[in-house]
């Protein structure tokens, strides 16, 4: 897959085993490895084989170290392993590692190139193409950020196998997404395969085939997010809220599936969607990507912490609505006590 972006055009490649992952790395010259230290604990290996022929550091990826203070860290590796214009920079981690390491490289030497290696499905159908990288500031989600697209994805779904259940269900929160702005019958495919006893089977490669492909359709077309591309922020707008609330203990994916829910009961409000299609996909969110939401967290909560948020023009809150499957829409809302109502009228469902 071929993706085109202003600075340099890439390509998504999947490969079947660590064998051929290995290979696609190797033919890079002057590598640093940036791996999430997990990768390296789980594939021991895989990190030995690694240093045959590039540097290799291990990076806490958690979103505590999403801050430009980890920045800093990683600036200080680049520095300490003599990294320059001409080194590529290995990113082997989920989304957390790719945002950081991105970014790092972003500014280092006014650019390094990046070749990604995503390890969560989260990762592999969604943030391993695109650009974006960010880190939190202030406690507030991706303030501070840049456009760095890669110059290679390598995927290798095998390091799916080690995920938990639950960081499984978080990617194919984002794979639900791409789903729902697609067309009726893949989110009938999704819905058939949650039936199913496993979750990695031989469908998900298409599903997440699928999702870089839908990706790949708006970032062209939008690279710097000015107008299409924010369709692709359906169910963000919340989610992100909801991150913070949990102080991040609910998964990205999970708080997009939450958010996407929630948007969808303000477009059934306010008569742009359906209550046979709110209730359908309100009961696959139910049945799914179900999480525990504290008591705690109220509707003044939400919107307080969407202040911040990058999708505030105006004073005035936008947020992405389906009117129905693969037709959206923007809208702009204001910050008063009908939001507020409507969420808190959400919360008690």
């Not at 290996?45 to 990826?61: G, I, M, R, Y």
């Not at 599936?257 to 969607?273: E, F, R, S, T, V």
Request: charged fraction near 20%.
């Amino acid at each position: 897959m071929l993706i085109s972006a202003s600075r340099t055009n890439y390509t998504v490649d999947f490969v079947e085993n660590i064998e051929q992952l290995l290979e696609a790395l190797a033919n890079n010259q002057n590598t640093l490895t940036i791996m999430d230290r997990n990768i390296e604990q789980l594939y021991p290996q895989l990190a030995e084989n690694l240093k045959t022929f590039s540097k290799v550091e291990c990076f806490d990826a958690t979103e505590q170290n999403k801050t430009l203070q980890g920045i800093e860290s990683l600036l200080r590796v680049f520095q300490e392993n003599k990294a320059n214009r001409a080194t590529t920079v290995i990113a082997m981690g989920g989304g957390i590692l790719q945002d950081v390491v991105s970014f790092a490289a972003h500014i280092y030497y006014r650019g390094l190139s990046v070749v990604l290696v995503p390890t969560t499905l989260l990762a592999m159908c969604d943030s391993s193409i695109g650009g974006k990288c960010g880190v939190n500031f202030q406690g507030y989600k991706n303030q501070v950020g840049a456009y760095h697209p890669p110059k290679q994805v390598v995927i290798w779904t095998g390091f799916l196998a080690s995920l938990s259940l639950l960081d499984l269900r978080s990617g194919y929160g984002e794979i639900f997404k791409y789903t729902l702005l697609s067309y009726a019958t893949l989110y009938a495919d999704l819905k058939l395969l949650f039936k199913q006893k496993s979750l990695i089977n031989e469908s998900l490669i298409g599903f997440i085939r699928h999702g870089l492909m839908t990706k790949k359709k708006y970032i062209e077309e939008d690279e710097f997010d000015t107008s299409v591309r924010a369709l692709l922020n359906f169910g963000h707008t919340f989610g992100h809220a909801l991150e913070l609330a949990s102080q991040y203990k609910i998964p990205h994916g999970i708080a997009v599936a939450q958010g996407i829910d929630l948007a969808n009961y303000i477009a059934w409000q306010k008569g742009l969607l359906k209550k046979e299609l709110f209730d359908d996909v309100h009961l696959f969110v139910k049945q799914n990507f179900s999480c525990e939401i504290d008591g705690k967290v109220t509707a003044n909560m939400l919107i307080a912490h969407t202040q911040q948020d990058k999708k505030i023009v105006a004073s005035k809150l936008k947020m992405v609505l389906m009117e129905d499957i693969g037709k959206f829409r923007m809208e702009a809302f204001v910050l008063d006590n009908e939001l507020e109502m409507l969420v808190q009228n959400y919360l008690r469902l």
